[in-house]
């Protein structure tokens, strides 16, 4: 069991050279998927991460190479580079905590304390460090004590920064979980178990594999790790392997969740098509409306040019011949003044149609229930579908606005039902609760296939079934269309009662 801790040990340079190639290709890979504009504010504060991964790649990279340029460089070049290494140390676990700080909570909580947090721990572990001796201010000389300020940092800066991180990723998993995206949700649990692990492995345990407190000037004396009853089978493993281990686990488990980018992405892309589908289909509705108003107004032209226009003149000539047939014959002067009258109150039923047609006075008069019975009574009478309307609940009056709405999606499917469905019987149900109000209108007809129908809607076809899923879309309602050949039709309509902003 002694020969791999034995090659780890002799191999101590490619054991660190591996250890910061870890760090850096986290960094850099994170770096290069990460996202600016995302609704997750993960996607905001990953770039602190991809920065510590750099640094603290870089640190390590300089505790492979550094002894190794020690053979060729003076003693002083070499302390200098020495302390260099270890403000990269410090730098890249200020860079963790912050982005484990920024991602455990939320923008709206973030009071001046937690803004200044990171900023406090670097500074307690600067005095620390001058408290306990592990950097010493002589004049104006620094010097540092190894490994003293490094252990100190691991475990003030980058014991806190990697707890706050594993906190901050089960936070986050939450947040993913509740998006739907489990399988997400599950590599940042992941992540931050690996955190958890680092933060003990690297934040408590120094490189020689002893506790960082008893590295300290007048530190305990604690158990060096191979002792440690519970890890007496991972002891003889450096420090620095574990540490790589941990780094992998945490490079794995980032790098599978930001597949929640493309999630993102391809929900936002086929969001941006249903918006531009639903965008033609109010287009081609506007069209069909604006050629809708444009016939009503036609047929009311014609209606009135043709026949109000002929009765109105048969009225006046009439008048005109009453008026010159009075001073001889009163007898028949009368009984043209009878014809008239006629012809007047023929008139006025024609008048009264077109208004009727244009907007039910039964609908402002009694409500919805008897105007749509007069709409399957006049239905009937021109065709050979016998349509029945039972009401719950309808029979008082509804918010005009959802009477409006709920007739003219009705009308236009009793109109379908007599047009198209060849069928013997239809049955409209109405019912309402205090929320809400339901239709269902059911045929015996042939039936159709609705998706078909509202294929070519650049053709006029379907767009009267999509008008009536605007008109209820308008009150936050909704409008399902239930058949398929040979099996009839049911049209199910929901519009909701309760006032919307």
Request: proline share 4%; charged share 20%; with cysteine.
């Amino acid at each position: 069991m002694e020969i791999i801790p034995d090659i780890l040990r002799i191999n101590e340079v490619i054991v660190y050279f591996a250890y910061g190639q870890v760090f850096f290709t986290l960094g850099v890979a994170i770096a290069l998927r990460s996202r600016k504009h995302s609704r997750f504010a993960l996607a905001h504060h990953l770039k602190w991460l991809a920065a510590f991964g750099i640094v603290h790649g870089v640190y390590e990279w300089g505790h492979a190479f550094i002894p190794i340029q020690s053979t060729y460089l003076s003693a002083d070049t070499v302390s200098t580079l020495v302390a260099i290494r270890t403000v990269t140390l410090v730098l890249s676990y200020y860079l963790l905590l912050q982005f484990g700080v920024l991602i455990a909570f939320p923008i709206s909580r973030h009071t001046l304390l937690l803004c200044l947090f990171p900023i406090i721990v670097l500074f307690a572990w600067l005095a620390l460090s001058v408290g306990t001796g592990a950097i010493v201010l002589t004049g104006a000389d620094v010097s540092m004590r190894f490994p003293q300020t490094t252990d100190l940092a691991r475990f003030i800066i980058g014991f806190t920064g990697a707890a706050v991180a594993s906190f901050g990723m089960i936070r986050q998993s939450q947040i993913v979980a509740d998006s739907g995206a489990q399988r997400i949700a599950w590599y940042f649990r992941w992540t931050a178990l690996c955190f958890g692990l680092y933060a003990i492995v690297a934040g408590l345990i120094a490189s020689r594999g002893e506790w960082v407190f008893s590295t300290l000037p007048g530190g305990w004396s604690l158990l060096t790790l191979p002792d440690l009853p519970f890890l007496v089978g991972v002891g003889a493993i450096p420090p620095p392997v574990l540490r790589s281990i941990a780094g992998l686990g945490i490079a794995l488990g980032v790098i599978r969740g930001l597949e929640i980018f493309q999630i993102e992405t391809d929900r936002f892309i086929g969001e941006r098509e249903e918006l531009q589908q639903k965008e033609e289909v109010r287009s081609h509705l506007f069209a069909h409306v604006i050629a809708a108003q444009e016939e009503e107004r036609k047929r009311v032209a014609r209606e009135l040019h043709d026949e109000m226009g002929q009765s109105v003149s048969a009225v006046i000539m009439g008048l005109g011949a009453a008026a010159e047939t009075l001073p001889r014959d009163t007898v028949k002067a009368g009984r043209i003044l009878e014809d008239v009258r006629e012809v007047a109150i023929q008139t006025l039923e024609g008048i009264r149609k077109i208004i009727l047609g244009l907007r039910p006075a039964l609908l402002d008069d009694l409500g919805l229930a008897p105007a749509l019975r007069r709409v399957a009574e006049d239905l009937a009478k021109r065709s050979s579908v016998h349509i029945e309307v039972f009401a719950n609940g309808v029979d008082g009056r509804l918010p005009p606005e959802v009477e409006t709405v709920l007739f003219r999606i009705l009308q236009e499917g009793m109109n379908n039902v007599t047009r198209h469905s060849k069928a013997r019987r239809a049955v409209l149900r109405l019912d309402r609760s205090e929320s809400e109000v339901r239709a269902v209108l059911e045929d015996d007809g042939v039936g159709f296939d609705p998706a078909k129908a509202t294929a070519h809607l650049e053709s006029g076809c379907g767009l009267g079934l999509m008008g009536m899923r605007e008109r209820a879309l308008l009150l936050g309602g909704t409008v399902i269309i239930d058949s398929s050949p040979s099996s009839g039709t049911r049209v199910n309509v929901c519009l909701p009662l309760v006032e919307r902003n």
